[in-house]
């Protein structure tokens, strides 16, 4: 059975090598005339892309204010620091270039660009979004899918807490997706790039009755890919095939289209890394790898089936338990880490990382099923060697 | 490899039984005070469909004017009288309530409202599409994907010709899709519409190298959901489940997720068929049943691995020919005709259809692949039994 559900996803993606040319054209020709232009480190400065974009955008009467620095698990006080500036300069857009942090800050900031109270309660719930400026990316590592959803997490590292918001209002406009960009992200982010792709269809398969078998079949169509393209790109890292093939995975992995009929589902596998990557400022992906399989094996005597299915499909293999070690092995082969000691977590940490979870459970509204007890449980299972 | 593409999909699609008591919401909210309310044959009067839509068309305060009458390969007569009417009557969008057929025709008229000269001449390729009226839409039959694509196909009856239109213009602001209403669609007209769907995602499939693993296997997840739902519906017509994972795979055969990325494909089955329907009124999907298996019976050799691939991953079989066979059986389980006999077009009407197809061919830009001795070939194979 498809459930109920509303499917609108606008944004405009436009894909292929050198693409980032394109950029002027799509503000100018929606009227725009000053953007924020965000970026993260120096590497996109390093790498011509910036002064390309700038060049670009100039050639098409748009100018720029430049906010850089965005680092991964973007902060609360960058973003703070990018809304001050939007508004002070009174841009009429923002344009992100870079990964998946750098565009969930640049949504936050066009949120609170237009928001008359604390961002920051958006992000607990508390306040709605009714607005936001429009969203542009050039992106640069394909992983969160942030450039075709509406999604967007933030750190507030004074809190310790990493939280989303989800809006239409978040929708980027036009994204620019060049594969070739992509060439150059390393072994590590890459690994942790395709853990975190494969986490966003996992979520829904295994929380919900799923809508129908096509919404199994396209989740599997989905991991299948991300795990075959992986492996050819860890063999050849410039194997521009495989970096397309990957990129437009991830991107679908996250754009609604895999949860369309899906009801009910939730993100407790996100739910669970926010905390480490809030705590311990690990990579996202990194934090998933760990807690995924755990979380696996925690979840499934609930959903013996479903399990068994994800087993036959993705990995061949005939009962359910080998399907989640499947994945936990191909997580290892590719280098990402599978246990908390792995990141350098020792298990005296638990009843911290277990209280910073609970409060988000709190927040995420799944307080109820993820108590205290079953996240030290889970975290158990990510523990053990 | 994936190739460049565009991506762009505006369309909002709200799913589920009853949500047509949402669209006066939806027009009244974008402004909209008077809409041409497209439909087809008297069903969807009997059936109480069309006065509970212009209930909610008048609690919302949209004025509306009725054009129906809108039959199967929609009349470029037809269309032209609902242009007519929407200009004299200073229509501000166009509403259907049917099938495709009548969305494409709401779809053309939405063009000729707004166009400055003929509309035939759009459909020739000979005037650029610049414009349209929102175009919005209640889904009674899943089958074309135009509830969430900027194509149209009509009917010129005069000079028997028909042909399409693909405009960025004729996406539909807003689709509902309401799966119970298609539990009343008959066998046959399930039939087609289930043939039509797998034509949709096997035209791109095995006319050019496909983008990646990943739309081969998206392709192969709609066309396997389709056979599997299309059987239960056969078997239980009230299926609501089946009914509503066909109806949103319909959707997505059709809505550009499952080429993006696919360079250089093109539609000869779609081109062939047109001309069955368009010299002998029978159903689209009828008339590409008779032709999928044939034309794929000619194209067989020119791409024996991806046959092979199909035949492996879709029926189970291990030959390239037996996958073609097993397609072609499967249709003539369900009761569409595979053969020209089986629509009661006698041999001797061969000529006459390769001069129309050959025509069409010019206009498609496929004249250079699709000769008159290469119809002539593939109506053979339609021919024989």
Redesign the interface.
């Known amino acids: 059975?498809?459930?109920?559900?509303?499917?609108?996803?606008?944004?405009?993606?436009?894909?292929?090598?050198g693409?980032e040319e394109k950029i002027g054209k799509e503000l100018a020709s929606r009227g725009h005339r000053k953007t924020l232009l965000v970026y993260g480190q120096e590497s996109v400065r390093r790498s011509g892309l910036l002064s390309r974009v700038q060049q670009n955008l100039a050639a098409h009467g748009v100018d720029f204010i430049e906010h850089g620095g965005v680092v991964s698990n973007p902060l609360l006080s960058h973003t703070q620091a990018g809304v001050d500036l939007a508004r002070r300069e009174h841009v009429d857009s923002v344009l992100a270039v870079g990964g998946g942090s750098v565009v969930d800050e640049a949504k936050a900031i066009a949120v609170g660009a237009k928001l008359d109270g604390e961002l920051w309660d958006c992000f607990l719930g508390n306040a709605p979004i009714r607005s936001a400026l429009p969203i542009f990316d050039i992106l640069t590592i394909a992983a969160t899918g942030s450039e075709m959803n509406g999604n967007s997490v933030i750190l507030n590292e004074r809190k310790q807490q990493k939280y989303a918001i989800s809006s239409p209002y978040c929708y980027p406009t036009v994204s620019i997706l060049n594969?070739a960009l992509t060439c150059s992200v390393p072994a590590d982010y890459t690994a942790y790039s395709a853990v975190d792709a494969i986490a966003h269809v996992i979520e829904a398969y295994f929380t919900q009755e799923v809508?129908?078998?096509?919404q199994n079949?396209?989740v599997?169509?989905?991991i299948?890919?991300v795990i075959?393209?992986t492996d050819t790109i860890m063999a050849d890292p410039n194997h521009?095939?495989a970096r397309?093939?990957f990129?437009?995975?991830a991107t679908?992995a996250l754009n609604g289209?895999t949860t369309?009929?899906v009801s009910g589902f939730s993100f407790p596998n996100h739910l669970l890394e926010h905390s480490l990557s809030a705590l311990y400022r690990i990579a996202h992906g990194a934090g998933l790898a760990i807690i995924i399989p755990a979380w696996m094996k925690w979840h499934l005597p609930q959903w013996e089936s479903q399990y068994q299915r994800f087993a036959r499909e993705v990995f061949g293999v005939n009962d359910s338990l080998s399907g989640v070690q499947s994945l936990e092995a191909w997580f290892k082969k590719i280098g990402a880490p599978t246990r908390l000691a792995d990141a350098g977590i020792p298990a005296s940490e638990i009843p911290t990382i277990v209280a910073n979870i609970s409060d988000a459970a709190q927040v995420w509204g799944l307080a109820n099923v993820y108590t205290p007890e079953v996240i030290t449980q889970i975290l158990q299972f990510a523990n053990e060697q």
């Open positions: 059975m498809i459930h109920d559900f509303v499917f609108h996803n606008p944004t405009k993606i436009i894909f292929g090598v693409k594969p809508g129908g078998n096509l079949r396209l599997e169509s989905i299948k890919t075959e393209t521009l095939g397309s093939e990129m437009w995975t679908l289209v369309a009929g």
